[in-house]
């Protein structure tokens, strides 16, 4: 039995499992007269799984996340059928996601449950997150909880960092690249005293080389340093929990036009600095474990400096963000539930854009049985700029059997828009959008229905999941690329995004993972009094990802296929429309006790857009646009890594 119990820890290790198995000594001498030649335990857990809560959500553990590089956040959604992740121009090498179809704005950035990345953050935070600094994401769709705010329109991604309470670790995350990217990242935890332990979390990465795929002597993927360091603590006790941290990131972007003859005497150039400190404390105090009764106090802020050259156009953003949560939170029985709380929100930009937004919310859930569960919540707060406004939203679960269950959701949102700073991508363009006087606060609802289905297959289970959103703006700040401007919606103009989507999950083989998805999106707005699809828009998204981890799990292989749709590009494009294109990842990775080695590939298949600069060869003239973005800048990149990871048993 101790070969049993020798096997078990190493696939334990090896795959990362929390999985436990207890095992009994058990004589050989004697089971019914036979003799027990050998017992092989096993245990395969997947590293995307759906929430069996309210909300239609998935957790992306720690697992799924060393199925690719995994960078920072924007790279985690590589192999994810829900979020979209593309360039946002051709120069500044910046990513945005999309979600139900419409862009990342309309998602609320939480960092441990705190919200977070506003305003001149947004075109930068997906940078901002280090691949190896995660425990896991949170992807929810549609309304979500009044606890968090007001602003969730589409839906929330939540990123949970490595936490010093947890099982004491060191490790390190060395990549590097065809494009002679370098990146280190480190990590590790103590445990001070019963109660205390700390953390310390670093990132840098450098790229001294700035690439030119399509040969339009403007950089596709800019030079790039950044680095970024994270304190954190906590204390636990029977009674009382606190966790705090402080970051700090600094990073400086240089791309445009590169400068390879004497023809060139005025490049035109791009200079981008951000520099950005946060910090929160958050503390519990458990009155009643039994009921689930807390009081907690969450506290944040953050300071964000961005300075940026666009040829010879220059736009600065000092963003500070102040933010304030006490919550309640208490189980009267197992059928009734209450969450209330107070929340105060500071931002201030300049002295056109200082809000502060003081608000005050309820949540109950009533639980029918295990069948039936429907929670209602209701916020009131009131902005200094817009003045009070009412937040309602609903979610409803129902699950007539253990293999099927159903969800419905339905909410309001609204946003403050600070359009150039979360766009401003948009400079690097001659004809840049102009916004106008019009725009206020944007408000939408979300509708969403889904169903989950666990079909018995063979010795395995089959998830099935199928899914409708309906997002519909009440006010709107629309970016208009066809007549060149930021307005807000007018009388009788319309807005609005569908999203079905299916995907399944099986175990084909044994530890052979494949998920299949599919999602159609309809996103129309007004445009010139017209209503027209939204242009750089893909209608439709297939995905094919498989994961296969044989024998004892020292070696995984992983390979994804993404099909994007086509979809309109603006009048003036001269292409007027975009086709389907394929794009193909895959890597390998060998397990050692404490290490492991991966290589793998991006953008394998070498599909780049072209033309992605209209204007390129006179950066001067009016015609000049690097903004007209619809897919891949960049061609294939090969990458090399190596992780380092030991653990305290």
């Not at 009440?474 to 079905?500: K, N, W």
């Amino acid at each position: 039995m101790r070969t049993v119990t020798i096997i078990l820890t190493m696939l334990l290790l090896t795959m990362g499992s929390q999985a436990q198995e207890q095992i009994d000594t058990i004589s050989t001498d004697t089971l019914r007269g036979h003799e027990l030649h050998g017992v092989t335990v096993s245990a395969y857990r997947t590293g995307r799984m759906k929430s069996t809560g309210l909300a239609n959500a998935e957790l992306i553990s720690s697992k799924e996340l060393l199925r690719a590089a995994c960078c920072n956040l924007g790279e985690s959604f590589t192999t994810n059928p829900s979020v979209d992740v593309n360039y946002s121009d051709a120069t500044t090498g910046t990513k945005q996601i999309k979600l139900l179809g419409l862009s990342g704005t309309y998602v609320q950035m939480l960092s441990e449950n705190v919200p977070n990345y506003r305003g001149p953050a947004i075109p930068y935070a997906l940078d901002y997150i280090p691949g190896p600094w995660m425990q896991s994401i949170q992807v929810s769709k549609g309304a979500s909880s009044v606890k968090n705010g007001y602003e969730s329109i589409t839906g929330q991604i939540n990123v949970e960092f490595k936490k010093p309470q947890a099982t004491p670790f060191i490790d390190a995350n060395l990549y590097f690249n065809s494009d002679t990217k370098l990146e280190a990242n480190f990590g590790a935890n103590m445990k001070l005293s019963e109660g205390w332990s700390t953390a310390l979390l670093g990132h840098y990465e450098m790229l001294d080389k700035a690439h030119d795929d399509n040969d339009d002597h403007f950089a596709d993927m800019p030079q790039i340093r950044q680095g970024a360091l994270m304190s954190r603590w906590a204390y636990m006790s029977q009674n009382y929990m606190f966790q705090a941290a402080i970051k700090g990131l600094k990073e400086h972007r240089k791309g445009g036009q590169r400068v390879h003859t004497h023809e060139i005497r005025s490049p035109y150039l791009i200079d981008i600095t951000n520099e950005r400190y946060e910090a929160f404390a958050k503390n519990a105090f458990i009155l009643n474990p039994e009921r689930m009764t807390n009081i907690a106090l969450i506290l944040s802020g953050s300071i964000h400096h961005l300075r940026s050259m666009y040829g010879i156009t220059h736009f600065d953003a000092d963003l500070r963000e102040g933010y304030a949560s006490l919550l309640f939170e208490t189980d009267f029985d197992e059928h009734h539930s209450l969450s209330a709380g107070l929340s105060l929100n500071h931002d201030y930009m300049d002295e056109h854009t200082d809000e502060t937004t003081p608000g005050m919310y309820a949540q109950y859930t009533y639980k029918i049985g295990e069948k039936f569960t429907v929670m209602g919540g209701l916020r009131w707060d009131h902005s200094s700029q817009w003045g009070s406004f009412v937040t309602p939203r609903m979610h409803l679960m129902y699950s007539p059997a253990s293999i099927v269950s159903f969800r419905g959701s339905v909410g309001k949102g609204y946003r403050t828009p600070h359009v150039l700073a979360e766009n401003s991508y948009l400079l690097a363009a001659n004809t840049m959008l102009k916004p106008l006087d019009n725009i206020s606060q944007e408000r939408a609802w979300n509708y969403g229905l889904s169903t989950s289905l666990r079909i018995p297959i063979g010795e395995r289970t089959m998830e099935l999941n199928a899914e409708y959103y309906y997002t519909h703006f009440l006010q709107q700040a629309v970016i208009d690329f066809d007549a060149r401007t930021i307005h807000g919606m007018r009388d009788g103009d319309r807005s609005f995004s569908h999203t079905v989507q299916i995907d399944a999950t099986y175990e084909v083989l044994p530890k052979l993972n494949v998920t299949a998805a599919w999602r159609w999106n309809d996103v129309k707005a007004t445009y010139a009094g017209v209503l027209r699809s939204k242009p750089m828009n893909s209608r439709y998204k297939g995905l094919l990802t498989a994961s296969y981890a044989p024998g004892l799990g020292k070696w995984q292989f992983d390979a994804t296929l993404q099909l994007n749709g086509g979809g309109r590009l603006p009048d003036y494009h001269p292409d007027r429309r975009f086709s389907a294109y394929e794009q193909v990842s895959a890597q390998v990775t060998r397990f050692f006790r404490h290490w492991s080695i991966y290589a793998g590939g991006e953008n394998i298949t070498g599909f780049k857009q072209k033309n992605a600069i209209i204007g390129a060869d006179n950066p001067w003239g009016s015609n000049f646009d690097a903004t007209m973005v619809w897919g891949p800048v960049h061609g294939r990149v090969f990458y090399i890594g190596v992780r380092l990871n030991w653990n305290k048993i």
